[in-house]
C-alpha cells in the first residue's frame, strides 16, 4: 500500500486519487485492449469515443453553448501566448493586455512579435491596484481582442470580476482556474488551459473559442497552432497527447460527480479561505494581497522571518506536506489548492502552520 | 491478471511491459514522494533528476557527441516541420526535401510557408525509385540544409544508408526509427523524433541538434519553437511534458538493458524479415516494395482479394492481434514492430496469417 502526502505542488499539481487509481488499474489494460491507453493509436474507434466523451463531458461542466469550438491542443498554455495574435490580430494589428502578473506579463511579451500591444493596466508594487482602478483602465478603441488571466499564480491574486471590454472579444488564460472558478463562457471570444494544474498531465492545452470569432491566422502561423486547422481535424491534426486526453476525460467525469464547478468553486473558497485566516490571525506569517484581490487558489505566505523558510520546509515534509516553497520571484511559501488538494490537506497544512508557529514564533 | 495482446499499433505504439508495470507500481507513490511523477513541479529537485538522467541515457545510448544539444519539447514531431525552417532557413531561404512518403511530404509543405523548398527526389509509382536514382536527385547549390524521413511509416519505405548532402547539414526526422536503426550522430545537423512510437506517451519530441548548425531563428518564430530558448531554459521555458519525460527515461534505461540499439536494430530486421517471409512464399499475401528499400519497422501488406479485408481483421483480433488495419491511404494491413513488440507477438502474427491463408487462400 502506497503512502500519500498531502501534496500543495504548483504545477504539474496534485490529481484526485481516485483518478489515479484508475489510470493505474488499466494501466496494462484499457477498455479490454489488452493494452494501454498510451499504446492506443489515436485513430482507433476506442480512442476516438474516449475523445469525444472528454469535449462532451467539459461541454457539460462548463455549460458550453454551441457556438464554441472546443479544441484539445498539443502542448502548453505558453504556446497559445503566440497562437492567440497569430489567430487573432491579422486585421488591426492591436491587441490590449492586462498584465497583473507574470504569466499575462509573459503573454503580452510573446504578443509583441505579432501585433501592437497595449497595456491596460500593470501590475504595481501593491501588486492589486492595476486591477482595482477601473478608471484608469486604457482599453484601445479597435483592439482586436482584450486578453486576461483571471487567477495569477506566482503572486496570488485574482480579477474579483471579469472585466467589460464594451463588445471587444475578452481571451482569457484560465490555466490555473479552469474547472475551479464559475465562469459564463458566453462572456470570452476565447478561453484557454493548460492541463497541468486541474485537468491531466502536462502536455496539452484546452482551446474554448467562439465560432465567430475564428479568424483567419497570419500566413507564417505554423499549421498546428492554427486554429482552423487544428478544428478542421477535429483536434487531430497529428498525434495529439492521447494520454493526458484520456485523463483529462476522467476528471471531467469526476468533476461531475462530485457537483460540478460550482461546488468546486465554493471549496476553494472555503479551503483558501481556512489558510487565509491562519495567516491574518497572527504577524507569524504574513499575505499582503488586499482581500478583494486574494486568490482562491494559490495562497502565498511570507514567514515574518525569513531564516526560518528552511525549517519550515524541513518540518512540513516531516509532516507529510510536500512542495510548499514558494516561486523563486517571490520567495517565502505557497501553497496551491487545486481541485485534487483535499480539505483534508489543508486542514493538515493549517494546523501544522499553527503548531510551527507555537514551537518557533 | 490482466490480459496482454499482441499490439501492431502504427502509434502512439507499444511499449515494453516491464516499462508499463514500473509506471503501474509507482504511479501513486512515486521515488518515496507520496504523489505520482504527474503531480511533481518540473522545478523539483526529485524531477529536474529524472530529466537528467534521461538526457544523459539517451547520450549514451545513441552515442550522442558533446557538440550536440539534446532538447526535449512539447508537442509531436510535426511541430518540428515548422521549426525547422524556422530556425535555419533565415539566411538564405532555400531547403532540399527528399518526398519519399507521407510525412517528408507533409514536412515539405509546412516548410514552403518558410522558404524556397526544393524538391530532391519524389516518390513515384513504384514507391521507391525516388530514393534508387542517386543520380537524379537534385540537390540545391545552397540550401541551408538538407531534410529526408529514414523510414516512411505508411507505405513502408526506407533509405537503405544516409544520404550524401556534400555538406550541408542534414536533417533527419526519425520519429518512427529512432532507437531502432542505429544511426551515427555526426552525420547529421539536426535528428528529431516524436516519442510516441519508439520512446514514451504522445506529445513530446526529441531534438538533437549540432551546436554549430543552431541559427538565429526568424523574428516570427514562436518562443516556444526556438531552439535557442528551449536550449537555454534547457527545455523547460514553460512546463513540460513530464510524463513523456520520465517514461522516456525508463525507455532509454530498458534500451541500454537489452543490448542497447545495436541489439534493437538487429531484432527489428529479424522480426520484419518473418513477416517479409510469409508475404513473399505466396500470391495470397503481397507487398510490392523493392526488398532493399523495405521498412524493418512497418510492414504494410495487401490480401489479393481485399474482400477479406474485414474478416482478417476479426479473425486477427480473435488471436490476440490488435491494430493491424493498414493506413487509410494504403489500404490492407499494416504491421508496425516498433521496439516494444516483441518476437512473441511476431512469431504469432506469422503463425496466424499462414493458418488464415489455410483457411481461406
Same mark, same amino acid.
Given at each position: ?16 486519487? @481516485? ?19 498510451? @499504446? ?126 464594451? !463588445? ?12 475551479? @472558478? ?20 502536462? !502536455? ?126 517571490? !520567495? !517565502? ?29
Amino acid at each position: 500500500m502506497s503512502k500519500r502526502t498531502y501534496n500543495f505542488s504548483p504545477g504539474p499539481a496534485a490529481l484526485p486519487v @481516485e483518478i489515479l487509481e484508475q489510470i493505474r488499474d488499466e494501466l496494462l489494460d484499457w477498455k479490454d485492449c489488452g493494452y494501454s491507453v498510451m @499504446e492506443s493509436s489515436h485513430r482507433d474507434s476506442k480512442f476516438i469515443e474516449t475523445a469525444e466523451e472528454a469535449e462532451q463531458n467539459l461541454r457539460d461542466i462548463m455549460s458550453i453553448p454551441s457556438n464554441y469550438k472546443v479544441l484539445f491542443c498539443a502542448g502548453g498554455a505558453s504556446f497559445q501566448f503566440a497562437a492567440i495574435p497569430l489567430n487573432f490580430s491579422g486585421k488591426n494589428k492591436n491587441a490590449d493586455y492586462f498584465c497583473t502578473g507574470i504569466w499575462s506579463e509573459k503573454a503580452a511579451k510573446e504578443a509583441q512579435r505579432y501585433c501592437n500591444v497595449n497595456i491596460v493596466a500593470k501590475t504595481d508594487s501593491a501588486q492589486f491596484m492595476g486591477i482595482a482602478r477601473k478608471e484608469q483602465w486604457q482599453l484601445s478603441k479597435e483592439a482586436a481582442y482584450v486578453f486576461y488571466t483571471p487567477n495569477e499564480t506566482v503572486s496570488g491574486i485574482r480579477f474579483p470580476t471579469v472585466p467589460e471590454t464594451h !463588445g471587444v472579444p475578452l481571451v482569457a488564460d484560465m490555466t490555473s482556474c479552469i474547472l475551479q @472558478e464559475d465562469f459564463d463562457v458566453n462572456q470570452f471570444g476565447l478561453i484557454f488551459a493548460g492541463v497541468q494544474k486541474n485537468i491531466a498531465p502536462a !502536455g496539452m492545452t484546452i482551446v474554448i473559442v467562439r465560432d465567430d470569432f475564428m479568424d483567419q491566422a497570419m500566413s507564417f502561423c505554423p499549421s498546428l497552432l492554427n486554429y482552423k486547422i487544428i478544428d478542421e481535424y477535429k483536434s487531430m491534426p497529428n498525434t495529439p497527447p492521447t494520454f493526458s486526453w484520456y485523463v483529462a476525460n476522467l476528471t471531467f467525469q469526476w468533476v461531475k460527480k462530485h457537483g460540478g464547478v460550482k461546488a468546486m468553486e465554493a471549496l476553494s473558497y472555503k479551503k483558501s479561505a481556512k489558510l487565509y485566516e491562519v495567516i491574518d490571525s497572527t504577524d507569524f506569517y504574513s499575505n499582503k494581497i488586499h482581500f478583494k484581490y486574494r486568490s482562491v487558489i494559490n495562497v502565498p505566505f511570507h514567514l515574518h522571518d525569513s531564516t526560518l523558510d528552511p525549517l519550515f520546509i524541513q518540518e512540513a515534509e516531516k509532516n507529510g506536506i510536500r512542495q510548499i516553497k514558494g516561486h523563486k520571484s517571490e !520567495g !517565502g511559501m505557497r501553497a496551491s489548492l487545486y481541485n485534487g488538494v483535499n480539505e483534508e490537506a489543508v486542514n493538515a497544512l493549517a494546523e501544522f502552520m499553527k503548531a510551527f508557529e507555537k514551537r518557533h514564533g
